[in-house]
T-cell receptor
Framework: EAGVTQSPTHLIKTRGQQATLRCSPISGHTSVYWYQQALGLGLQFLLWYDEGEERNRGNFPPRFSGRQFPNYSSELNVNALELEDSALYLC???????????????FGEGSRLTVL | GENVEQHPSTLSVQEGDSAVIKCTYSDSASNYFPWYKQELGKRPQLIIDIRSNVGEKKDQRIAVTLNKTAKHFSLHITETQPEDSAVYFCAASPYGNNRLAFGKGNQVVVIP
């Protein structure tokens, strides 16, 4: 069974540009979570999508946004990039609110965003 | 929202010794406490979790203890091995597992 996949693996942008990151959850999972992992700051919660809707967002500015598609894949958009947005962006999935949720988050390998 | 703190930030242990990492949380309503392990260059993976209705859970060489009164929980690794070297993240949530707040991570180094 395929795990959570993310693309691109690496992305280099300059300040002010926009970045789009993509995530495909494990088959059967309806929830997708986005986390930012910046050096020394651990895993900071960005967004949670379930069944196509945004369920919750963390303490990030509105220029961080995303969406979930009917096939449950998701994309994260970061507008007006700033230097401090450089980080590893991790996507995770689980069965969400479907009742099949065991509690475990299954993470992808991440997308490394570098802002110059 | 929930705030989770981990300490120490770095822990070095001799192979075969035990390692203990402690986390504190702020929201007394939190009821789910997982631990994730992230090896260098790899994705975080769940190693053990505990819910608020139990005080301790064991799985082979790892165990987690929960003190709801003091609002802290700890990861215990016994008979450490080099493959235990990794960053360990604790997390807590008052919403089950659907909105986890992670700590900043502990770097554990097992010295052969």
């Amino acid at each position: 069974e395929a795990g959570v996949t993310q693309s691109p693996t690496h992305l280099i942008k300059t300040r002010g540009q926009q970045a789009t990151l993509r995530c495909s959850p494990i088959s059967g999972h309806t929830s997708v979570y986005w986390y930012q992992q910046a050096l020394g700051l651990g895993l900071q919660f960005l967004l949670w999508y379930d069944e196509g809707e945004e369920r919750n967002r963390g303490n990030f500015p509105p220029r961080f946004s995303g969406r979930q598609f009917p096939n449950y894949s998701s994309e994260l958009n970061v507008n007006a990039l700033e230097l401090e947005d450089s980080a590893l962006y991790l996507c995770a999935s689980n069965a969400g609110t479907s009742g099949q949720n065991t509690g475990e988050l299954f993470f992808g390998e991440g997308s490394r965003l570098t802002v110059l | 929202g929930e705030n989770v703190e981990q300490h120490p930030s770095t822990l070095s242990v001799q192979e075969g010794d035990s390692a203990v990492i402690k986390c504190t949380y702020s929201d007394s309503a939190s009821n789910y406490f997982p631990w994730y392990k992230q090896e260098l260059g790899k994705r975080p993976q769940l190693i053990i979790d505990i819910r608020s209705n139990v005080g301790e859970k064991k799985d082979q060489r790892i165990a987690v203890t929960l003190n709801k009164t003091a609002k802290h929980f700890s990861l215990h690794i016994t008979e450490t091995q080099p493959e235990d070297s990794a960053v360990y993240f604790c997390a807590a949530s008052p919403y089950g597992n659907n909105r986890l707040a992670f700590g900043k991570g502990n770097q554990v180094v097992v010295i052969p």
